[in-house]
């Protein structure tokens, strides 16, 4: 639960600010979340420029990808029997949008950080996160929602044969 309400909030708030504040970069006054993107563009210059492919990216993250991360926090915990299936979808959409962004980054010449040390801090370590949790979590919805599967097929195969 607590992945899925720091990646929703982080969706919608932190994210939400880049999509919806096209002039972020030109903030003087010093907010918090202007401060925020202006540090990450050292690392992918992108969001600076507001390529097309990340503005898209990200508002699909923000509208899409946030509040269904909410809805799974509601879902884990009151036991709903879509749950899996949330954290599934949700899962592949974050591996999809992260796969979106690494490979358009790769085919424009994977050259947007100010330097090594924010190519490797904010492009790749900050982004694995986003790679490795939702691996795992797909993987353990895939065998819960598959064991259930199974476990419904046994039954019904008992409930003929009697």
């Known amino acids: ?25 030109k903030n003087p006054s010093g907010f ?6 202006k540090e990450y563009s050292k690392g992918d210059s992108r969001y600076a420029g507001r390529d097309s492919t990340i503005v898209t990216v ?19 915990a009151t036991k709903k029997s879509y749950s899996y299936v949330l954290q ?17 980054a790769v085919l424009e010449g994977d050259n947007f950080a100010a330097s090594p040390l924010y190519y490797y801090l904010y492009y790749l370590l900050m982004n694995s996160f986003w790679i490795l949790i939702p ?14 599967l199974q476990f419904q097929a046994q039954n019904q195969t008992k409930s003929k044969s009697s």
């Open 58 to 76: 990200e508002g699909l993250t923000v509208v899409i990808e946030g509040p269904a991360c909410l809805l799974a926090v509601y879902a884990i």
């Open 1 to 25: 639960m607590c992945w899925w309400a720091f990646t929703g909030l982080t969706h919608m708030i932190l994210e939400g600010y880049f999509v919806f504040s096209p002039d972020f970069y």
């Open 135 to 148: 691996t795992i979590v797909s993987i353990r919805c895939w065998k819960k929602i598959c064991a259930a």
């Open 32 to 37: 918090y979340l202007a401060e925020v993107w």
């Open 88 to 104: 599934l979808a949700i899962s592949l959409g974050q591996l999809y949008g992260i796969a979106v962004y690494f490979v358009t």
